[in-house]
Nanobody, 117 residues
Framework: QLQLVESGGGLVQPGGSLRLSCTAA????????IGWFRQAPGQGQERIGCINNSDGRTDYTDAMEGRATISRDNDKNTMYLYMNNLKPEDTAIYYCNRESVRGAWSWGRGTQVTVSS
């Protein structure tokens, strides 16, 4: 059964950085385009960006204003979201999921990122 697991979140001071990880049981992630998303308290889900499965190219929304980098390690079946110069408004639960016309997989629990001094 497919299960997405996000990790790496935590409490970080403004200006700090974090690297989030996305792993999956039951699926090989590099066969799919994988996106990162976040949801802040009281807000809707926001797309951060995506890494495609064919050539590893990435695309990003303006959500993090160029402060996010998505990468992958196929040997570890893991996707990463590196974020720098974090701001309090980046506080949210972060998720990964497939980006496909066939729709998303079941969502994982996400990983909480809190940016605060």
């Amino acid at each position: 059964q497919l299960q997405l697991v996000e990790s790496g979140g935590g409490l970080v001071q403004p200006g700090g950085s974090l690297r989030l990880s996305c792993t999956a049981a039951g699926v090989t992630l590099d066969a799919y385009a994988i996106g990162w998303f976040r949801q802040a308290p009281g807000q809707g889900q926001e797309r951060i960006g995506c890494i495609n499965n064919s050539d590893g190219r990435t695309d990003y929304t303006d959500a993090m204003e160029g402060r996010a980098t998505i990468s992958r390690d196929n040997d570890k079946n893991t996707m990463y979201l590196y974020m720098n110069n974090l701001k309090p408004e980046d506080t949210a639960i972060y998720y990964c999921n497939r980006e496909s016309v066939r729709g998303a997989w079941s969502w994982g629990r996400g990983t909480q990122v809190t940016v605060s001094s």
